[in-house]
């Protein structure tokens, strides 16, 4: 029998999709978040150096690496415009997921809410049911062919309970990009009702169409309360190697850091090398790899747009609303991968509403010449 806290849990569909497409050249791999788009040179080669160092062959230092922690710092100090101590407000840890669970155990009591927009991750709405929390949803919506959240949602959403607002920006996995209004609507609440809020930054400058960036900690009233967890998974396309960070505030830090210290001890040593050169290169990749990632989600808009898909703002996918086909997005993926050979994963449990309906369309892993066609392949499988 399970225990309490896993009887709402669901476990992902992407690894069962994935093995059911096995290795046909055929099928187009839009199941999962990978890309075929290099890491920078440097990360690579430093971590071949650290492989033969028995420097990086240890479990110390705890909170990761003072280069990297400096370096994460001085990256934070470039998007936010807020410094931040690399030795009391930064922690590295083994990707920005076990990041994200550690803020949660350290931050939420059991029964207090949280609030997720809908849909987000599911790691993220899960994580909070790992620590004892209880997650709120605050639907997306559609505006001039754009996602944008209900503000008056969010509003309506807060309760006695509220402890914290957690989000992603850009979202997965509809790609929505938060503008400043919502910022700035976050701001309000967090600051009136004394919450924390919680940013996973994964995708945080993988933005399209020019987009200014924005990082939350930048607006007054978030500076002391935004909690970022990054990772060189995404931007830096370093998806294996598990490094990430945490940057909080110092108020926090010290029950996050406990929090860390027993769930993993230490981030992995080798990848700690490749992370900091990624961090410090000049020259990363990424506005190269933004231009190749924006083509193939333009060739994705083309070929889908008239089944309604709404593009992505950033991010690396988009998500498709099966219910035109009658079917929900767990048959549709059996479909599209039988008939359309397609593997694309259904979203139910990433969100509330209507998750169930949709599957994701993830375009960073295939060239914009192979996404050509797709909208044939879906029309195929119904």
């Not at 997005?329 to 209507?354: C, V």
């Amino acid at each position: 029998m399970s225990v309490e806290r896993l009887r709402q849990i669901a476990g992902f569909s992407i690894d069962k999709v994935a093995a059911a497409a096995g290795h046909d050249p055929e099928i187009l791999r839009l199941e999962n978040y990978d890309t075929d788009l290099r890491p920078p040179g440097a990360a690579i080669e430093a971590t071949r150096r650290a492989l033969d160092s028995d420097e990086y062959n240890s479990y110390l230092p705890f909170p990761g690496r003072e280069d990297l922690r400096v370096a994460v710092a001085s990256h934070l100090r470039k998007l936010s415009g807020r410094t931040f101590d690399p030795h009391e407000e930064v922690i590295i840890c083994a990707g920005g997921t076990e990041g994200m669970l550690d803020v949660l155990l350290a931050t939420v009591e059991a029964g207090d809410e949280v609030i997720l927009t809908d849909p987000t991750y599911a790691g993220m709405i899960n994580r909070v049911r790992l620590a004892g929390g209880v997650p709120r949803f605050v639907p997306f919506g559609e505006s001039s062919g754009e996602w944008k959240l209900d503000l008056e949602e969010l509003r309506g959403a807060l309760s006695k309970r509220t402890r914290l607002v957690f989000l992603m920006n850009p979202c997965t996995p509809n790609g929505a990009v938060l503008g400043d209004d919502e910022w700035r609507a976050v701001e309000e609440i967090c600051e009136r009702n004394n919450l924390w809020l919680l940013y996973n930054a994964a995708f945080e400058r993988i933005l399209y169409d020019e987009r200014p960036y924005r990082h939350p900690a930048s607006y007054d009233g978030l500076a002391k309360r935004t909690i970022t967890v990054g990772s060189v998974s995404k931007e830096f396309r370093m998806i294996g190697w598990r490094i990430g960070w945490i940057v909080a505030p110092r108020t926090i830090m010290a029950d996050i850091a406990k929090v860390r210290i027993y769930n993993v001890v230490t981030p992995p040593g080798v990848t700690q090398a490749g992370a900091h050169a990624a961090l410090t290169a000049q020259n990363d990749g990424l506005a190269e790899c933004i231009a190749e990632w924006q083509a193939r989600r333009d060739v994705v808009i083309e070929e889908l747009g008239e089944l309604g898909v709404i593009s992505a703002a950033g991010g690396w996918s988009v998500v498709l609303d099966m219910r035109r086909f009658g079917v929900d997005g767990p048959a549709a993926s059996e479909r599209l991968l039988a008939r359309g050979k397609i593997a694309a994963t259904p979203m139910r449990n990433w969100g509330e509403r209507n998750s169930g309906a949709f599957v994701r369309i993830v375009f960073s892993n295939e060239s914009a010449a192979r996404l050509r066609g797709l909208g044939e392949r879906v029309h195929h499988s119904f």
